[in-house]
């Protein structure tokens, strides 16, 4: 027997990607009948009942839709860093999101489900809860913060509910980003720390950050920002050596200082686009420190503490021990 079928109207923006395949299936299981992704790509494996449209998200103009809409959960974003020229991530993610205002107001669209960034804190070794004042510093963590005023902005003009998670990195099936990189280097039997070990890496298992999404939408107040990211301080180290326990075990591990790795970076950096070279960018980001509390999360109740194991094992599981 299937699941309970509703009537409810939900938009995915950014449904084709990494979190958005997940939380639309998670929507599938939970018996939404009317689920649209607006994404520019084609999903890799669409799922069966979903209207995927291709949509540029920085212009959502010439849409008509003749039915109401419940929400929007708004994913869509350019993210990776380094990898865009500075005006890109504007582009997308401010026009995007003013994209989605006008659309939501257009509308009458109740809800908005946001995922912005822990970028929009700034990098650095202290806390960061969710009452910390942001302090971006690379163009992407601006262009989150600028989106998540444009959001805040409809919320006050509408009388909407709005909610904004910022999440940390986020790992699972698809991902292909910062934990696949590193499950690739120690399948390979060699992971290299750049400079130090104990850098702290904030981060949160795919479907826990969509049950927390999901469980905000259930708290009936207009506004709600929470940190999406588990409470432990895992170090590089910690999440290096639960991968080995887990399906890497004679991977070995040394410690590169520093310098040697930006000096290498500079001279192979024009390789970096093909795939063959090192970015500096992405060195120093090995080296500094992401570290966030999810207080909001923990007020709630939500499973905070303990998951980045059963987080790596159902990952592992659910790819045959590929870790893609």
């Known amino acids: 027997m299937g699941p309970f079928m509703t009537d409810k109207t939900t938009i995915v923006t950014g449904g084709a990607g990494f979190v958005g395949g997940h939380f639309l299936k998670r929507l599938r299981e939970a018996g939404d009948s009317r689920l649209i992704s607006f994404d520019i790509r084609e999903p890799v494996t669409p799922l069966e009942g979903v209207d995927y449209r291709r949509t540029d998200i920085r212009d959502l103009t ?12 708004h994913l869509a974003a350019v993210h990776t860093t380094p990898g865009h020229a500075p005006w890109e991530y ?8 003013m994209q989605v205002a006008r659309f939501a107001e257009k509308h009458d669209v109740p809800l908005i489900n946001f995922t912005s960034s822990i970028s929009v804190y700034g990098p650095g070794e202290d806390e960061k809860r969710e009452s910390t004042a942001p302090a971006p510093v690379s163009d992407y963590g601006r262009s989150k913060r600028m989106a998540e005023l444009v959001l805040e902005d409809w919320q006050h003009r509408s009388g909407g ?44 298992y795919v479907e826990d950050l969509v049950s927390w999404m999901l469980h905000a939408e259930t708290q009936v107040v207009d506004q709600i920002l929470f940190n ?39 001279v192979l950096r024009p390789l970096s686009a093909a795939g063959l070279g090192i970015h500096p960018d992405r060195i120093e980001k090995l080296m500094k420190s992401t570290n ?12 905070t503490k303990d998951r980045l194991r059963q987080g790596l094992e159902r990952w592992r599981d659910a790819t045959q021990g590929a870790f893609v």
């Open 62 to 73: 010439a849409i008509e839709l003749n039915e109401p809409v419940d929400r929007i959960i």
């Open 90 to 97: 504007y582009d997308a993610n401010v026009t995007g999101a």
């Open 161 to 204: 509910r709005l909610i904004t998670c910022r999440p940390a990195v986020v790992f699972g099936a698809g991902e292909c980003g910062n934990f696949t990189r590193l499950a690739k280097l120690l399948k390979k039997g060699l992971f290299i720390y750049a400079g130090r070990r104990d850098t702290i890496k904030s981060c949160i």
């Open 228 to 266: 999406g990211a588990y409470s432990e301080r895992y170090t590089i180290e910690d999440i290096v050596g639960t991968f080995k326990d887990l399906a890497f075990p004679t991977a070995r591990e040394i410690t590169v200082p520093a310098g040697t790795l930006r000096s290498a970076a500079s």
């Open 292 to 303: 966030v509390l999810p207080v909001w999360a923990e007020e709630q109740g939500l499973p």
